[in-house]
């Protein structure tokens, strides 16, 4: 079972999001916040699996949010979902520790997958989220002016992971694409972060794009 707090100011939104997802199998809605504020104490009183917030709040808004509880309780996945469409939010949410950006457009089925995903430990960016970061990030300079140099090491096989990985595609999808089992998948996934020298998947693909390794 999933446990799920939901963060929005907004009680359509926030009892809409609650009956679709308390209608889940394997979802349970433990909690429900109007503000970071007071999602933080439902969080210390009784920790979920996950918190699924927005970002405009009164009191304290999402970013922060999951800046404190990225901080406090490193165990609760976070997923932005908010309406804000635009690389500022999007990278400010990433810098603030969420696993996962979706748009309130987002179909309840997305919804559902990036839910299990990042539970599951991966990350889940909707796919206009996506193109938004990586088009935010395309052929900016390295650190300090200086262009990034090419990295050697990464195999054709980890290429094409990591482009798939780039497009949203969970181990799953890419171990049936690639006819590999997940666990070589995962392997894949390993060795490209270490060659890479990253720490997750967000910083994998923004360096990828920086070093010119992945192009949309």
């Not at 989220?129 to 980890?158: A, C, H, M, W």
């Not at 999808?173 to 998947?201: C, P, W």
Request: net charge negative.
């Amino acid at each position: 079972m999933i446990k799920i707090i939901i963060a929005d100011d907004h009680p359509i939104v926030r009892d809409g999001l609650r009956s679709a997802l308390d209608s889940i199998e394997n979802f349970h809605v433990i909690g429900v916040a109007v503000n970071g504020v007071e999602a933080l104490n439902l969080i210390k009183s009784d920790p979920p699996d996950l918190l699924l917030t927005d970002i405009s709040m009164p009191e304290m808004n999402g970013i922060d949010l999951t800046r404190e509880v990225t901080k406090k309780y490193p165990d609760v996945k976070v997923i932005i979902l908010s309406m804000h469409e635009n690389d500022a939010y999007i990278n400010n949410a990433l810098q603030a520790g969420a696993h996962g950006y979706l748009l309130k457009d987002s179909e309840k089925a997305e919804l559902n997958n990036a839910i299990e995903r990042v539970v599951a430990g991966e990350k889940y960016f909707s796919k206009s989220v996506s193109q938004i970061l990586v088009n935010g990030l395309y052929n900016k300079p390295g650190e300090n002016g200086e262009d990034q140099q090419d990295v050697t090491g990464i195999s054709k096989r980890e290429l094409e992971v990591l482009e798939m990985i780039a497009l949203g595609l969970s181990n799953k999808e890419i171990a049936g694409k690639l006819f590999l089992s997940i666990r070589t998948v995962d392997a894949h996934r390993y060795n490209i972060m270490q060659k890479l020298k990253v720490k997750n998947t967000a910083e994998m693909i923004k360096t990828a794009v920086k070093m010119k390794l992945i192009e949309f």
